[in-house]
């Protein structure tokens, strides 16, 4: 089975818009970190928010938040007040257990803000 | 370094060829990962290093595939006898702990 599941290849938005890109996670270590990261066509890799586990409250970072269900293993990714700049592809990564282990990736969606 | 670096940036080398494929982590993390990413693809894990530990090989596709890490730094991923399906991006990252993954710009190999 996917550990990380993207379900939607491709979103667009009108720019100052708010935008959800879904993310499904499948692990039984009760113990795990979710990642987003932005890749722009420049091809880096841009982290954006961390939702680790244990966490209670949904993580924020500026006009990013996660949106955390985790009896239903989401993680859905909220960007609100879309800008041109944010058109790229995003994927969801998740951390098993504790420590710097791997990280595994979804195929990522593709993010088209439109003007 | 500030970040982790990666060279060649490019590499095109014909089918059949050992190509090596380096990165530099950041001085002090100890774990170190490659990736593979096709185009328009998604991440593929490769293979992970941690301290002196025995590196996680699990996502190598092929014996053709290896790496290893010298002192606990440097990284050299080699694929041997290349074929046109190992063309990609490697993108390799290093991290000290369980949130500062950082990643290099990335190798785009081509296999012709």
């Known amino acids: 089975a996917q550990k990380i599941t993207q379900t939607q290849p491709g979103m667009f938005v009108q720019e100052k818009e708010a935008v959800t890109l879904d993310c499904t996670y499948d692990?039984?270590?009760?113990?795990?970190?979710l990642f987003w990261y932005k890749q722009p066509s420049s091809g880096e890799m841009i982290f954006l928010i961390y939702?680790?586990?244990?966490?209670?409250q949904n993580a924020t970072e500026g006009r990013y938040s996660l949106n955390f269900q985790k009896a239903r293993k989401s993680a859905n990714l909220v960007i609100s007040a879309s800008q041109l700049g944010d058109s790229a592809m995003y994927f969801c990564?998740?951390?098993?257990?504790?420590?710097?282990?791997?990280?595994?990736f979804g195929t990522g969606t593709r993010l088209t803000v439109i003007p | 370094g500030a970040g982790v670096s990666q060279s060649p940036s490019n590499k095109v080398t014909e089918k059949g060829k050992d190509v090596e494929l380096r990165c530099d982590p950041i001085?002090?993390?100890?774990?170190l990962y490659w990736y593979r990413q096709s185009l328009g693809q998604g991440l593929e894990f490769l293979i992970y290093?941690?301290?002196?530990?025995?590196?996680?090989k699990s996502g190598l596709p092929s014996d053709r595939f290896s790496a290893e890490r010298t002192g606990g730094s440097v990284s050299t991923l080699t694929i041997q006898r290349t074929q046109q399906e190992d063309s990609a991006v490697y993108l390799c990252?290093?991290?000290?702990?369980?949130?500062?993954?950082?990643f290099g710009s990335g190798t785009r190999l081509t296999v012709v």
């Open positions: 990252a290093s991290s000290w702990d369980e949130l500062g993954y950082t």
């Open positions: 692990t039984s270590d009760p113990s795990y970190g």
């Open positions: 939702q680790g586990s244990y966490d209670q």
């Open positions: 990564a998740m951390r098993e257990g504790l420590g710097a282990n791997n990280l595994f």
């Open positions: 001085s002090g993390h100890t774990a």
């Open positions: 290093f941690q301290g002196n530990s025995a590196p996680d």
